[in-house]
């Protein structure tokens, strides 16, 4: 086949990148993301979802009310900071 343009969107692993010589390593985010799931809000707890941005932008924390009595509560760190904030 031959073609003026061609457009891969075939994602990071791109065979068409690869056919054409021109793939590139996908970078890594060097983030680690902690989780953690609870049960047992008060029944009239509101819903709502909270996101908290570090001053310098290298952390961020999330917390969301889902149904029923559920919560999640998510910290993104720097891969460097991991050990530190997991204790």
């Known amino acids: 086949f031959t073609a003026r343009l061609v457009i891969g969107a075939d994602g990071s692993k791109s065979r068409v990148a690869r056919e054409l010589g021109v793939s590139r390593p996908v970078p890594r985010l060097e983030k680690i993301a902690l989780v953690s799931h609870y049960r047992g809000l ?9 996101m ?18 559920t919560a999640n509560v ?12 997991a204790g």
Not at 42 to 50: F, H, K, L, T, Y
Not at 56 to 67: E, I, L, R, Y
Not at 74 to 85: F, M, N
């Open 74 to 85: 998510t910290l993104v760190v720097p891969e460097t900071e991991a050990r530190q904030v």
């Open 52 to 69: 908290y941005v570090a001053p310098d932008g290298s952390a961020v924390c999330g917390f969301g009310t889902g149904p029923d009595d």
């Open 42 to 50: 008060p029944d009239d707890a509101p819903g709502s979802v909270e």
